[in-house]
């Protein structure tokens, strides 16, 4: 391999934590030299708006917007909608703020007008000046679902509405043998001058498994020529936020950085480990640091490291 200084940088994100990373990346990168592709695994209708969970918390976190305590939605949101709507009975188990609601109306609009979540993405992106380029895994639907005690369940009611509370023996993606990925996505990730490819420490079988399960990423990620690093979404034998750990207790595996390396297995080239955790037998590349991303310099210091890996492991 060979390190492309100046190439861009390609990062398979979620939500929280992969947006923290790119805001990292994104002090010490020109935006425009970095590509986040998007889990849309979580996106749904609601009340006939097509909400895009991890797309607008990157949106939300690179414009400066984000509420950074709830880990969703927009800093300094009212709730007019929702106390209207519960007064007329209406499910309130999805909080939507008014501020919100206004990119989930503008871009159900959109799609009904026949356009894509790609170009109606990048607009929102443009219109909030983020430099980064924000691209949907797919421009078709794919959707989580979760086979758990309580029976099958579509990502949100899952996630929000039982609070991750049921226990899960699958989790498959509806859709994603189909989808193409969006446009863009399978270029960023085989381009020569693609300097690394960095595998957010979002949820990996939530947030990054929908992402790899759509046929022509896979096979983009198995042909890149540049390298790929994981960072650890495990810090200290547990997941920094939502259920990683409980799920993979669920389905048997191991809660360690190297179980996720191995879930990950011959895609990736070099792993960012949390120092309080073993390296256990990996035999991966990589660095051992502290991964918890409380303020800005912590993202700093988490994407810069990972950038130093997938640089040694390109020379
Ligand atoms: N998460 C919650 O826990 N409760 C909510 O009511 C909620 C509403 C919501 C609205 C818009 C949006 O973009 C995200 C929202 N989330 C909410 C977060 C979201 O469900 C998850 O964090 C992601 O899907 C997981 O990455």
Same mark, same amino acid.
């Given at each position: 391999?060979?390190?492309v200084?100046?190439?861009k940088?390609?990062v398979?994100? +979620?939500?929280v934590?992969g ?5 990292g990346?994104a ?11 998007v889990?849309?695994?979580d996106?749904f ?6 909400i895009?969970p991890d797309l607008?918390?990157?949106l939300y976190?690179?414009?400066?917007k984000?509420?950074a305590?709830q ?10 909608f ?7 009975g209406g499910?309130g188990?999805f909080q939507l703020?008014?501020g919100d609601?206004a990119l989930h109306?503008?871009?159900t609009a959109?799609?009904?007008q026949?356009?894509t979540?790609?170009?109606i ?6 219109d909030?000046?983020? +430099?980064?380029?924000?691209l949907?895994?797919?421009d078709d639907p794919?959707?989580t679902?979760?086979?758990t005690d ?5 990502f949100?009611r899952?996630?929000?509405?039982r609070?991750c509370v049921?226990?899960?023996s ?10 193409r990925?969006?446009p863009?996505?399978?270029q960023?990730l085989?381009d020569?001058?693609t300097?690394?490819?960095?595998i ?6 939530l947030s990054?498994?929908p992402i790899?399960?759509?046929p022509e990423?896979?096979?983009a990620?198995?042909e ?9 979404p ?7 936020? +939502?259920?990683?750990?409980k ?8 809660v360690s950085?190297a179980a996720?390396?191995a879930?990950y297995?011959e895609?990736l ?6 120092r ?6 990996s035999?991966?590349?990589r660095?051992?640091i502290?991964?918890?991303m409380?303020t800005?310099?912590?993202?700093v210091?988490v994407a810069?490291a990972?950038l ?8």
């Amino acid at each position: 391999m060979n390190s492309v200084s100046g190439g861009k940088v390609v990062v398979l994100t +979620g939500g929280v934590g992969g947006a923290k990373l790119v805001l990292g990346l994104a002090q010490i990168l020109p935006p425009e030299q970095i590509v986040a592709i998007v889990n849309t695994g979580d996106d749904f209708r609601h009340l006939g708006l097509w909400i895009s969970p991890d797309l607008d918390t990157l949106l939300y976190t690179l414009s400066g917007k984000a509420n950074a305590t709830q880990g969703w939605g927009r800093e300094g949101e009212t709730w007019q909608f929702m106390s209207a709507l519960r007064s007329l009975g209406g499910e309130g188990w999805f909080q939507l703020g008014d501020g919100d609601l206004a990119l989930h109306v503008l871009r159900t609009a959109a799609l009904a007008q026949g356009e894509t979540l790609s170009t109606i993405t990048q607009r929102f992106g443009a219109d909030w000046n983020v +430099g980064v380029r924000m691209l949907p895994m797919s421009d078709d639907p794919v959707a989580t679902h979760l086979t758990t005690d309580e029976g099958d369940l579509p990502f949100q009611r899952y996630f929000v509405e039982r609070r991750c509370v049921p226990r899960v023996s699958s989790i498959r993606f509806e859709g994603a043998e189909r989808a193409r990925a969006a446009p863009g996505v399978a270029q960023a990730l085989r381009d020569t001058g693609t300097r690394a490819i960095l595998i957010a420490p979002s949820n990996p079988y939530l947030s990054v498994d929908p992402i790899l399960a759509i046929p022509e990423i896979r096979q983009a990620l198995r042909e890149a020529s540049a390298p790929i690093v994981a960072i650890s979404p495990i810090v200290g034998g547990k997941a920094v936020k +939502g259920p990683t750990a409980k799920l993979m207790e669920e389905l048997g595996i191991e809660v360690s950085p190297a179980a996720v390396a191995a879930h990950y297995g011959e895609l990736l080239d070099g792993m960012i480990f949390d120092r309080r955790d073993p390296v256990g037998e990996s035999t991966l590349p990589r660095l051992s640091i502290d991964t918890l991303m409380v303020t800005l310099e912590d993202r700093v210091r988490v994407a810069s490291a990972a950038l130093q890996l997938a640089d040694r492991l390109a020379e």
